[in-house]
């Protein structure tokens, strides 16, 4: 069991814009900037968001990311087919002392 | 161009140590902060350990914690995972990542190597 919730699975039509939501607690989304990877298949990850909302070169304006209390969000607008991937939050935890994954979030386009 | 190449991965037995290695290049090692993420097959990431750059911090999970050690040598541009006691769950592709200010923001990963624990 994951510290950090995500739903398992995500869909949407091409086009479409589609949130994935993490959930945390006090100790580590609360209190720390969480990242956002992204997983294709049979790929290593790939770091999608830092800092909450901060995108790294080279990653479209169409992915974007927020954080609210002890919750974070991502979301995917203008759906693609090369979207269709495992998504995963993640952030420190200061009382585990660690860094802490979501569950991921498998992501289908219609 | 940043490179990150795993090494040392394989099949042993419940009980056994292994010891896996990362040779970075295209970047000064020395200063960036180096973390050990691991993916059971059909399973999620889950962080292993992480390393400052003149490893003064380190942190483990608490599942390999005191079994798994993280050392690196800069001057080889090396980082290490010596994993002793090795269980069932700890099968998995090892990947070596490059950590930023924050451990948590990981801006490149190796390929990966693959331990598998079995009789």
């Known amino acids: 069991q994951s510290v950090l919730t995500q739903p398992p699975s995500a869909s949407g039509t091409p086009g479409q814009r589609v949130t994935i939501s993490c959930s945390g607690t006090?100790?580590?989304?609360?209190?720390?900037?969480v990242s956002w990877y992204q997983q294709l298949p049979g790929t290593a990850p790939n770091l999608l968001m830092y800092s909450n909302y901060q995108r790294p070169s080279g990653v479209p304006d169409r992915f974007s990311g927020s954080k609210s209390g002890t919750s974070a969000s991502l979301a995917i607008s203008g759906l693609q087919s090369e979207d269709e991937a495992d998504y995963y939050c993640?952030?420190?935890?200061?009382?585990?002392?660690?860094?802490?994954f979501g569950g991921g979030t498998k992501l289908t386009v219609l | 161009e940043v490179q990150l190449v795993e090494s040392g991965g394989g099949l042993v037995k419940p009980g056994g140590s292994l010891r896996l290695s990362c040779a970075a290049s295209?970047?000064?090692?020395?200063?960036?902060?180096m973390n050990w993420v691991r993916q059971a097959p059909g399973k999620g990431l889950e962080w292993v350990s992480s390393?400052?750059?003149?490893?003064?911090?380190?942190y483990y999970a608490g599942s390999v914690k005191g079994r798994f050690t993280i050392s690196r040598d800069n001057a080889q541009n090396s980082l290490y995972l010596q994993m002793n006691s090795l269980r069932a769950e700890d099968t998995a592709v090892y990947y070596c990542?490059?950590?930023?200010?924050?451990?948590?923001?990981?801006?490149?990963w190796g390929q990966g190597t693959t331990v598998t624990v079995s009789s």
């Open positions: 295209g970047f000064a090692f020395s200063t960036y902060n």
């Open positions: 990542a490059r950590g930023q200010a924050s451990f948590v923001t990981t801006d490149y």
């Open positions: 993640a952030a420190w935890d200061d009382s585990l002392n660690g860094v802490v």
């Open positions: 006090s100790s580590n989304i609360g209190s720390n900037t």
């Open positions: 390393i400052s750059g003149s490893s003064i911090y380190i």
